[in-house]
T-cell receptor, first 116, second 112 residues
Framework: EAGVAQSPRYKIIEKRQSVAFWCNPISGHATLYWYQQILGQGPKLLIQFQNNGVVDDSQLPKDRFSAERLKGVDSTLKIQPAKLEDSAVYLC??????????????FGQGTRLTVV | AQSVTQLDSQVPVFEEAPVELRCNYSSSVSVYLFWYVQYPNQGLQLLLKYLSGSTLVKSINGFEAEFNKSQTSFHLRKPSVHISDTAEYFCAVIGGSYIPTFGRGTSLIVHP
C-alpha cells in the first residue's frame, strides 16, 4: 500500500514570498490533516478535512494560510505571504476517518520550509 | 478539549538499560491513545496504539505502553534499549473531536 505522499521535501523562500505544499493521502482515506511542526515542538494541527469539507481549521492563521481539498483526494496548503516564524516542517496525514471507528493517522515525510 | 503532557523533554539512557517515557492526557470523553516515533529527518511512524480491550499494548520492536484510566496516563516502556532507538517520541490522544492532539515530544538519547 502506498503511503502519504508530500512534495516538495524541502523549500527555502524569502519572507513575504508565497509557497505551496502538496499532499496525496492514502487511497480511500476520507480524512486528511495538515500539521505544522516547529523545531523542538510537537505537531500542531492546522486544518482537518473530511472528504472535501473542513472539519476544523481553528488554528489555521487564515490571514496568510489557506488549504483546499477540492475533489476530496489530494490537498494543497498555501502560505502567502510567508513570515520567518513559518519556518517549520509541514506534515500531511490521512486516516480512514472517525465514521469507521478507525482513527489511526498515517503521516507523510513532511515538507521542511525555511523562510529567510 | 483534550491535551497531552509529556513530562520529559529529553531522556538520556545507556544502551541495554530500561527506559520509561511518560505521557499524561486530559479529556472529558473516552480516548484513543498513540505513541509515534520520529527518526532524524523522517516523518512520524506509529509505534503502538490503544483503541480498546487490553490496556497493555506492545510494538514489534520491544516497546510497550499501558493505558491507565485512573491516572490518565499512557507511559511508554522498553526493558532494554538499543542505540537505534534514539529518536523523538510523541504521545497523541484522540477524543470526542476525533482530532489527534500531540504532546511536545520526548527525545530519547541512547548512549553506548
Amino acid at each position: 500500500e502506498a503511503g502519504v505522499a508530500q512534495s516538495p521535501r524541502y523549500k527555502i523562500i524569502e519572507k513575504r514570498q508565497s509557497v505551496a505544499f502538496w499532499c496525496n493521502p492514502i487511497s480511500g482515506h476520507a480524512t486528511l490533516y495538515w500539521y505544522q511542526q516547529i523545531l523542538g515542538q510537537g505537531p500542531k494541527l492546522l486544518i482537518q478535512f473530511q472528504n472535501n469539507g473542513v472539519v476544523d481549521d481553528s488554528q489555521l492563521p487564515k490571514d496568510r494560510f489557506s488549504a483546499e481539498r477540492l475533489k476530496g483526494v489530494d490537498s494543497t496548503l498555501k502560505i502567502q505571504p510567508a513570515k520567518l516564524e513559518d519556518s517549520a516542517v509541514y506534515l500531511c496525514a490521512s486516516s480512514l476517518g472517525s465514521l469507521t471507528g478507525n482513527t489511526e493517522a498515517f503521516f507523510g515525510q513532511g515538507t521542511r520550509l525555511t523562510v529567510v | 478539549a483534550q491535551s497531552v503532557t509529556q513530562l520529559d523533554s529529553q531522556v538520556p539512557v545507556f544502551e541495554e538499560a530500561p527506559v520509561e517515557l511518560r505521557c499524561n492526557y486530559s479529556s472529558s470523553v473516552s480516548v484513543y491513545l498513540f505513541w509515534y516515533v520520529q527518526y532524524p529527518n523522517q516523518g512520524l511512524q506509529l509505534l503502538l496504539k490503544y483503541l480498546s480491550g487490553s490496556t497493555l499494548v506492545k510494538s514489534i520492536n520491544g516497546f510497550e505502553a499501558e493505558f491507565n484510566k485512573s491516572q490518565t496516563s499512557f507511559h511508554l516502556r522498553k526493558p532494554s534499549v538499543h542505540i537505534s532507538d534514539t529518536a523523538e517520541y510523541f504521545c497523541a490522544v484522540i477524543g470526542g473531536s476525533y482530532i489527534p492532539t500531540f504532546g511536545r515530544g520526548t527525545s530519547l538519547i541512547v548512549h553506548p
